[in-house]
């Protein structure tokens, strides 16, 4: 029986390793140059960057993949190229990657909130998929105590669920939260944070995950292809959708008449996107169910607020593959799939 603690499974991964090598002054990384499927990817060795003023170099010894990640090297859904991620025609980031754990290199002007030599954690808008990647000093915080790197890369996830439930949706000791796609690399966090935050929490997920989710703290935990969570009459004061699966009119039925729906999943091609905010939008102006779609924003206030609930036992990172840096293409085609349980990381530096 799988229970909330760090999973580590053996992985294999089906293609050779590409090889790149590394001088002073120089750093392997994954490049894309184009978008496409991760294949399309390299494994090269380019210039170190230098920090700017206000931005840390972060020795990286571990990187987090989500699907997010496969967005944006795909370019698919195309609204992701109009973020700071994109770029219409092609990508202005050459190296992907998002979530990161590692040592602080060296600083740029202004920084005071960390120093060479700390181990830290949290969210570059780029280039994570690197031996040394630039971050922002504001995206970063101490790593916790009781975690190794790779758990660490794969806790700032847990800001989307953090931010979606406590500040979006206003969840209160007591209140009753129904979590779709409960097994994902966001949804292991969300069933974790709701519990923290005093929720009784309904959660969504396949047969193979029922257990590991239950172990997270879920009260109650629908396998969906087996029951269809409409039909089981509780209505809900918030519900959080992570997947994407299901129409809101589903959602709707189940929340109360005053509940909140918050999707951080708007479907996989850019008209979903747009219709479904255009949709929630509209809707919302007549009801008094509270509809938002949801974007994160990474901020070092809320990696603190999580690192506490991690050292303090209340959630910790779920993670199911471990892959090396020259495997990054192999790791992006699975989360691509859509059926990853909790989180998948790279190792790049030890």
């Known amino acids: 029986m799988e229970t909330a603690d760090t999973l580590s499974l053996k992985h294999t991964s089906p293609r050779k390793p590409l090889a790149a090598t590394s001088t002073t002054g ?175 929490v309904t959660a969504v997920c396949s047969t193979r995950n029922v257990e590991l989710v239950r172990s997270l703290g879920a009260d109650t935990v629908i396998d969906y292809t087996k029951d269809d969570f409409v039909a089981g009459g509780t209505r809900f004061d918030l519900a959080f959708d992570t997947v994407g699966n299901r129409s809101l009119s589903d959602f709707r039925k189940v929340l109360k008449a005053d509940g909140t729906f918050i999707s951080c999943s708007g479907g996989n091609s850019s008209w979903g996107w747009i219709l479904g905010l255009a949709r929630m939008s509209l809707t919302s102006l007549f009801t008094g169910q509270k509809l938002k779609p949801f974007i994160v924003s990474p901020n070092r206030a809320d990696l603190l607020s999580l690192k506490e609930l991690v050292e303090a036992g209340k959630a910790k990172p779920v993670i199911e593959r471990r892959y090396a840096l020259s495997e990054v293409p192999a790791a992006l085609q699975h989360v691509g799939e859509g059926h990853a349980r909790g989180q998948v990381v790279v190792r790049i530096m030890g």
């Open 26 to 200: 120089s750093m392997r990384a994954i490049v894309r140059r184009q978008y496409g499927t991760p294949e399309a990817l390299t494994f090269e060795e380019v210039d170190r960057p230098v920090p700017a003023a206000g931005e840390v170099l972060v020795r990286v010894h571990a990187a987090g993949v989500s699907i997010g990640d496969h967005h944006v090297v795909t370019g698919k859904p195309y609204v992701i190229r109009l973020s700071p991620h994109g770029g219409m025609l092609r990508p202005r980031k050459p190296v992907p990657g998002m979530a990161l754990a590692g040592q602080v290199e060296a600083v740029g002007a202004n920084v005071t909130t960390l120093r060479p030599g700390d181990e830290v954690f949290g969210d570059a808008p780029s280039g994570a998929f690197a031996e040394y990647a630039i971050v922002p000093a504001d995206r970063l915080a101490t790593k916790p105590s009781n975690l190794s790197f790779e758990e660490a890369a794969a806790t700032p996830w847990g800001v989307t669920p953090l931010q979606a439930l406590r500040d979006a949706g206003g969840l209160r000791a007591g209140q009753k939260v129904l979590i779709n796609g409960a097994s994902g690399g966001v949804g292991t966090w969300a069933v974790q944070i709701a519990k923290a935050l005093g929720a009784q």
